[in-house]
């Protein structure tokens, strides 16, 4: 049974306490249950982590070597500013999708450029809580594929 | 039944004979048999389109107002390029969903910039031809999120 | 009595049908009525012609090559994107007004640049679909001036 | 009656003086006149100013404020440096016309940028002098629309 | 009675200590003696929170909502390069007034952009510590604004 | 008793009959008098002086020399392209406040540079009309530390 | 016996017709002679194809798929402006020769940049309308070395 | 006899009274009277004129049309954000000097540009006021190459 | 006897586990064992830190002043990111060599800018993990410079 | 008879001992003995130059003014750097054709650039070493017209 | 009695022999002599070198050290790129006179940076070949100040 | 017994004759006389080369091959503007420390990037004359590790 890990960045579990117009009404539990079922109906074994702390989550991304077999992330403001997110993730060398629920493209500037993207074997943005789904999908593939 | 249009832009007739180290040897006409499989699994009328001319793309997104409720488009090249295809979309003002099967931020500069991607609502890059699947899945979440 | 070719780019065919916010409420024929009328009120023999195809663009602008005395051009998208069409008025040389209905300036930064004003004899930006009656206007005073 | 005021930036008082490969041959004087009897023709009511002064060219618009119902502005060098005269006409809220004799995108890079562009109701460029009727039509079709 | 955060960036427990060139000879502790003398005279309840952690302050202001009427906030080296910051100011949709004692804009090129200033209700650079007296004004003003 | 110098640049006299979106409703009128309340609470003898014309704020300041201890300057669109003015605080050599009412960076790109800023003594930016209090406050603060 | 495909792109039909003064006397029918010429010399069997249609470009590119040994290509104005092309040629892989008439370094900016260069097996660039004999030279050493 | 026109720009009125570290103790009288008595020596009737109004020095060099047969000028400030000085400068078509007393080169960036140079007959930087005399020996060269 | 602090930043605990075609073979053990020898043949009292953590490695910079006579900084992906430690570094103002194993100008553009050079007394790049040896060794010439 | 100046700039004469991957295995005395042989074929009188210095290059090319009719020309590095050799060509006024074995648009975006391309006759890149004999061919054209 | 150094850079020699629509009909000799009468008129011992080499300029540069009290140098094409000619003129640490015959900023972009002006005590452009007397002039007058 | 060359480029023979802020007080003499007894110490055979002409570095360079083992380069002003050095550097193929006694990055912004740095094996920067120290005993590990 392949191993799942997704990470949530800074500020996502804030999720449907701010924003609504950008980020929509699910609320964070709500979005993790959803992402917990989606998991179980493609036989993914499921760990789910957040924070705030750019250092928790390298320390998070390293801690996945050997416990992961591939990742969800959505860096959040991360994305835009990290280098040593990025780093962790080709040190582990896990196969990632990269997870965006706001169209970033429709936002400042400063959001059109992700550290992260360049290393990511996938990439979903848009479709609000939705593109998590998208994304648990997507993974799946990367891990079959891999399992082949 | 809600109408799906799926638009390939130029060079995609291609896939299978060109470039497999980059897009993978699936070929286009197993490419768009698993598209109308999986447009069939999520309820979808499908419509698939193809072409090599910019001209010809934005008469085809002209058609579709009122033809289509969703689509899915890989611009391919045009994406760089195109603002009359940026322009058709916005006109016709049908919810998209924007895809490519290689991540682009893996490959030259200029492909980092998508004019498309500003009007998408959701957006798939990389996961190779299995990214048309995912685009499927989120067109029919546009849809199903439409006709609520 | 001059000769005057009025050329439409992509998408100038919905007028009336898209983006009225930008664009207005008259349609694209009413358009054209309007500037037959307004050519006949300046005694100018008119043909008219729309593509969405940057190569059928180019190659009406060809044709005016002996059978036209001044072009109105509102190019659209390829305004911003098509150096063959700057290439085939220059080939030409025939005096050319160039004409947008929305403000460019009020819009995206890519729209703010135009491969064709550097060859213009005149422009008009704004207005509405007025400003194809004040590029006629400026046509006939073009083909009045090389009359002379 | 609508009261049409327009406004010339610095050195346009020389027209017909300096530069005649770029502005042709007719002088100021003989400019104005022509406006006058294109303003009577259009039913306007004309005030006309000139000033070298960038503080100058600010109290005017200031003054306009309940003066006038639309402005022709062609402010010379001060469109490519003056976010004073930007300011006074976002202030006053006058629709207004810009015009420019010679084609900017022509001559030097620094004259491609209009800091009144983005505000304008309607662009008229090139044409030489006869811009300026243009730019009368384009603001008695103005003031007619807001007179509707 | 209104209820003002005061917010300390990375390295700003060292005031007094280092380069005092450029922050002057008042301490840490003097400065916060003095803000809170301050907000005890404009009637307002303080808290104080420093930290070097990106990570931390952002708990810090996740933590303000419904505890915090108004944010004054210094986030020292983070103003440059930290988009988790925004996005928690933005998430708990408290006014804020942003403050640098320095004036960032003699110093190197990097400080002269701030991701905060976009959504500050006010800005406070330069005037030394004593610029957190004013900004502590500048909060009470906010807070009874709010209040009306 | 320490001598203050206000000065307005342009446009600002228009304070409550433009743009009251971006500037609020207090009138110039009101807004001088509330600074000569400020000014007379911190012991300040006030001047004030407002001009649409760059080069009279340059009179303005080369006169401030000997006659005034501190300046408060609003330089309005000029903040973004006088050089001018800026040379001519650095030549008086007089302490000085740079205050904007609305927030700048919430604006147009252009808005967010300030010849002045550098030169500064400290900077106040947002907070309304309520901004030149705090500038008044500011000013006075280095006016009394001038004096010791 | 080799195959050489020469494609001429947008308003290179028109050579001996448009800017002599760029582009030399020689006609488009008279270019082709002479292409043909120098082929039968080179012992290369020769076709050749002119479109103003990006597409159509595409298409004729796709279509020398295993039908051409070498290709010499002026893809005029669209070798600034079209990645579309660029996929062709890089989908076929046939090694080809990028030629140009004019030196495009004497001419606008962005005559500057090529999308093509950086896959061609040879450039040639300036020569007028000889430089074709050195493509179509340079085409056969191309074909030469591949032969080995 | 040669008629030669000096004009200096803002704050330049203040020598020897401002920064003198950067523009040295020569007071701006004395340095008019070395001015005169230079050009006296170089046989040349002289009129020197000061503004700090970029208005009133495009007035002046608008006035020395046919009054003045070669210019001296150090526009200051306006050096770097004058187009409307620049035009002026075009419009009379009298050759010109630009000096500056102190190594623009040596100062902030924007100082490096100069509106002006492009037009200048020569330029002559840094050598504080003495560049004066040498301005003034170069007027004279260019009076005389006119007057051959 | 000289205090050295070794600092290692985010990733640089996964030394010879990670990316060794870049990194090399040598663990991180080993290389703290290496650094440790030559510290002490160096005679320089050893401290060695590492943290995934920007806000720690603050923290630990902070906790040097008085501490340590040297420091030797990998900062790893903050090097590219990270203002807090830069103004720390320059807040405890204790001597540093900056060190990278990796030459960082053969790896992506923006690993090419570190926040720290400017500040840094010696800086060494490539050598792989002999780098650190170099660095110590540079360290105890600072330190001894500083003895002296 | 025509006579011909090849010149070689820096470390092309080790051609066929560096970079063998990039340059081919033909030494540097080969591929000047299949200069000479095609310099024959054409009727041409050659000399060849080679040289690491820069302004001995300049020296080369200013000893060509009346002793070469047209040049040939791989300047190498200096292509990318050097004015000077830019300015000799100028100087001399000798048509001359630009040529570089590799494809310089594969390699550094310095290679770019070149600052003789705007002044050359015709420019030759990539082929390896074939390219001089299409150089040398193109030589013979040139020299040819001219002699017409 | 002052020692002056008057070194010409690349190309220089060729004065009156290359583009005299550029630099005048003055031949390289004349220009010398007429240095020599203006230096002795002004009681300044000369010394002239030219050279095309940017290496032997950097050692004659070098060998003015105790050798001259003032340099007059127009470095020719390695104005624009010579760090090196900069670094010896700093090193030898010599007042000089920078000088250009043409008007640079009327040339090619890259022609209006120069490396040396940031450390010119003066700087002379355009006035043709008069431009060395009025720099000689410059020279004498540093000379003087120096020895007073 | 490995052979070193170390490379000198222009003005490191004025080495503390010039610049002592920046350089330090250590003469030329002194520094190769330290530098030859540290190769002593590491058992390398030394050669010592400099030189102010680029043109001669690579020609030193190109010796090298086949001559020396490894190389120690201070290419001074040369590192920011030779692509001839960097080739020749990269056709020998030797491996290279990169070196440099100031630090760059305190200095002007073009000294911060280096045309050799992506070829380097290794780089020293800072440390004054140690500097060169630490490049020889790196030097001495690269051909350690070379010879393994």
Do not use: C, W
Not at 47 to 72: F, K, M, P
């Amino acid at each position: 049974m392949a191993r799942l890990l997704v990470i949530h960045g800074p500020n996502i579990n804030l999720l449907g306490k701010r924003e609504r117009e950008v980020y929509g009404d699910t609320g964070f539990e709500a979005l993790n249950d959803a992402i917990a079922r989606r998991a179980a109906d493609r036989g993914l074994a499921l760990t789910i982590r957040q924070s705030n702390h750019e250092g928790e989550l390298v320390d998070i991304i390293q801690g996945a070597a050997g416990a992961a077999d591939v990742i969800v992330i959505n860096a959040g403001a991360f994305t835009h500013t990290s280098v040593a997110i990025r780093d962790a993730l080709a040190a582990v060398d896990i196969p990632f999708v990269e997870i965006h629920m706001s169209n970033v493209y429709k936002r400042e500037e400063f959001r059109h450029h992700s550290y992260l993207s360049a290393l990511a074997s996938g990439i979903v943005v848009g479709f609000g809580t939705d593109g998590y789904l998208l994304a648990v999908d997507g993974a799946a593939m990367l891990a079959a594929r891999r399992g082949e």
